[in-house]
């Protein structure tokens, strides 16, 4: 807003218009019509055709939870960004700095492969024996803890096994994600269900167990590059010059899965996440 850039450098600044989300501003010599563009994650909730209610987690080497909503988000604490989305609506969106890397180091440390650890997490029972990860490998963002580091608790002589490692490894990434999707619930958007995409989303444990994690159905689309199929949609709507953007449906059926919820790990990985704070001030 112009008031805004004037407050912050002091005088009047001269800003571009904003175009609307599917505005033809200008042609090229050659015919070709420019619009308005959008970002990767604005994109992808395109592509999916995600709606108010839903909240869309991707689980890449870091990882995103984000939904569309039709005002914008106030959030004090300032872990959830403010964007837009591609339709002139907004898209509140929490990012974490560790997601599918837990699972490939994790696999590295009981020496197996992401495939293996897969395996291994499916035998282990819920709340993986007793063990907790806090999996801030590389510091970590949401929350703010730049110079954190991964703990693991609970070790006895009896549960560490490969395959409860394996497993707290997967509690821990969906619980990091349950506590970004708790942020987004502090800006008033409660999620009725979660959209699960990224490559860590292939995973059958993480599948299987986010619902009981996440406390709510978890609907995964087929595999596809949503955030390219979301700029393809908005340029259609550009060029069709409807009000909105043209029904598309996903390559393929989505898998639907539930569960009953676990509070349980929750609550142990909550109480080893705040028992941690300032670990990484006094440790840096």
């Known amino acids: 807003m112009p008031e805004i850039a004037e407050a912050a450098l002091g005088h009047p600044v001269g800003l571009p218009r904003v175009a609307t989300p599917a505005e033809i501003v200008a042609r090229t010599p050659g015919g070709a019509a420019l619009s308005a563009g959008t970002g990767d994650n604005m994109g992808a909730a395109l592509g999916l055709g995600a709606g108010l209610g839903e909240v869309v987690v991707s689980i890449g080497t870091s990882g995103t939870a984000y939904a569309v909503a039709a005002e914008p988000a106030a959030d004090e604490s300032g872990l959830v960004a403010g964007f837009a989305d591609a339709t002139g609506r907004f898209l509140p969106l929490v990012a974490t700095v560790n997601a599918a890397r837990i699972l490939t180091v994790t696999a590295r440390m009981i020496g197996t492969d992401v495939a293996g650890l897969d395996r291994l997490a499916l035998l282990a029972p819920p709340g993986s024996g007793g063990l907790t990860l806090l999996p801030y490998l590389d510091g970590e963002r949401s929350p703010r803890r730049p110079a954190a580091s991964g703990v693991l608790r609970g070790l006895t002589s009896t549960n560490t096994t490969q395959e409860n490692l394996a497993r707290a490894a997967v509690e821990a990434l969906l619980c990091s994600l349950a506590d970004a999707i708790d942020n987004l619930a502090d800006t008033g ?64 059926p989505s898998a639907e899965y539930t569960a009953e919820p676990l509070p349980f790990i929750r609550e142990r990985y909550a109480e080893l996440r705040d028992a941690t704070v300032g670990w990484d001030r006094r440790n840096a």
């Open 189 to 252: 958007i409660t999620a009725e269900r979660v959209i699960l995409i990224g490559g860590a989303a292939r995973s059958e444990p993480i599948r299987r167990i986010a619902p009981a994690i996440f406390g709510v159905p978890v609907t995964v689309p087929p595999p596809a590059e949503y955030v390219a199929l979301g700029a393809a949609r908005q340029a259609a709507w550009a060029l069709s010059g409807a009000a909105s953007p043209p029904d598309w449906s996903l390559a393929g």
